[in-house]
């Protein structure tokens, strides 16, 4: 049985979590690099190489649809992830994620073609994904768990949020990294330049892992072992808490629609519909993240004094209102105008990603907090970023029209608006479970 939790001095608990705050950035920032690197690979070049077809349109979505396996995987790892967090610590499953996803992503870059292995190519494919977002699934919530449960009173939103900056700062990084291999494989690329993308993701899972492995466990955590009593938190969260969880999954949800619409979907879209290059489209992702890592900390911070609610009403609404431009401004093929619409189109999202970790948090309380954010994230991961492409490209073929897509984004941003006051408030007391004594 674990022993109390001795009064931790309020100067050595403000140290551990910053040190956790940073550890945790730094290890998502791996994981969704290695995420990010496979959804760019499956927008540019997976169509032709793992499924070939005579209709370039159903290569296409059957290439996305790998990109979607890996947000089905993400709620089973964040569940089996949170079962095991919950019940034996947090920093625990933080180093098995970072290893599983380093190994699949590692593997992915040294599969066979379908040219040359027929039909156990793609089949590899999707076994892998599977694996990258079980990895995942089981990854935020951890991460969170631990920065939010470190945090000093008052300050969850601003210490909860340095996950959340792993997003943007991987998805920089990929960029960044497939800008480069473009330009030194050129042609190649298609052909091995992008297998390089996934096995360098190999020195950066051993950079994370050493980094996790220092890790100080959840002070909360360790406080609530020696009295927890539900062995199944899964059931907890489903039985008892299942308003709050709706709410929270539609809440993460949306956010990705608009994320995953520009990072993700405006690659196919943009070349083979409007001409764009490539490697524009590229740089306009880094540009948006850079503004996204910028304003994520600040906004979180003006939370922690002002409320997380008003920020999140307020996202709906800009996320909405971005929707509606950024089709528009795209098909106008104007690179400077298509550059504009996707920052208005991503970048109210952070606004959401600012306080999304306290106000999950809040939504459980520490016995089952890794299942249930995890849960809730992950099964909106699925219904927002994880078929928005796939959507998108439906709607297109259907239509002929982007407007679909924009009305599409703009009735998720309304459902998520309603659901804000689904939310509970959790009591301060929740996250004030281990004591601490003045300098």
């Known amino acids: 049985m674990t022993n109390p939790v001795k009064a931790i001095p309020a100067k050595t608990r403000r140290l551990e979590a910053r040190r956790v705050a940073t550890a945790t950035f730094i290890g998502t920032t791996l994981e969704w690099y290695d995420f990010y690197i496979y959804a760019a690979c499956a927008a540019l070049v997976f169509g032709p190489l793992f499924f070939p077809s005579d209709d370039a349109l159903i290569g296409q979505l059957a290439a996305l649809g790998t990109f979607a396996v890996g947000f089905v995987a993400r709620p089973l790892g964040g569940v089996i992830a949170g079962h095991f967090g919950d019940l034996l610590g947090r920093k625990k499953m933080l180093v098995l994620t970072m290893l599983a996803m380093g190994i699949s992503t590692f593997a992915v870059g040294l599969l066979p073609t379908y040219a040359t292995a027929g039909v156990i190519a793609p089949v590899l494919l999707v076994v892998l994904r599977l694996i990258q977002g079980a990895a995942m699934g089981g990854e935020w919530g951890g991460a969170v768990s631990l920065a939010v449960e470190h ?84 059931l907890e969260v489903v039985t008892r808490h299942p308003r709050a969880l709706l709410a929270a999954l539609v809440i993460s949800g949306v956010p990705g629609i608009s994320t995953y619409m520009v990072l993700t979907y405006a690659l196919s879209y943009g070349t083979a519909e409007i001409g764009y290059s490539r490697t524009a489209l590229l740089v306009i992702g880094i540009v948006v993240c850079v503004l996204q890592l910028v304003a994520i900390p600040l906004l979180a911070g003006i939370a922690d004094r002002s409320g997380t609610r008003k920020l999140v009403l307020l996202a709906a ?60 994230y992950q099964l909106g991961a699925i219904l927002g970023g994880g078929i928005a ?34 939310l509970r408030r959790s009591p301060r007391t929740q996250f004030a479970t281990v004591s601490s004594t003045t300098d």
């Open 151 to 234: 945090a000093p009173p008052g300050r969850r939103s601003v210490y909860g949020s340095a996950p959340m900056l792993g997003s943007p700062a991987g998805l920089m990084l990929a960029n960044a990294v497939l800008l480069g291999l473009v330009a030194v494989t050129g042609d190649n690329f298609a052909v091995w330049g992008w297998r390089m993308a996934f096995l360098s993701s190999i020195v950066l899972v051993v950079v994370g892992i050493y980094t996790r492995r220092k890790l100080p466990e959840s002070p909360d955590f360790d406080e609530n072992a020696a009295a927890k009593t539900e062995r199944i938190p899964l």
């Open 317 to 376: 609404v800009l996320q909405a209102a971005g929707a509606v431009i950024l089709f528009p401004l795209i098909n106008t093929g104007n690179l400077a105008l298509a550059a504009l619409g996707s920052i208005f189109g991503v970048l109210p999202t952070a606004l959401t990603y600012a306080v999304l970790p306290a106000i999950l948090s809040e939504q459980f309380p520490t016995k089952i907090r890794y299942t249930g954010i995890s849960l809730a």
């Open 389 to 422: 492409p796939i959507i998108a490209t439906a709607l297109l073929a259907a239509t002929g029209t982007s407007t679909a897509i924009g009305l599409y984004m703009v009735a998720a941003n309304v459902l998520m608006l309603i659901c804000v006051f689904g």
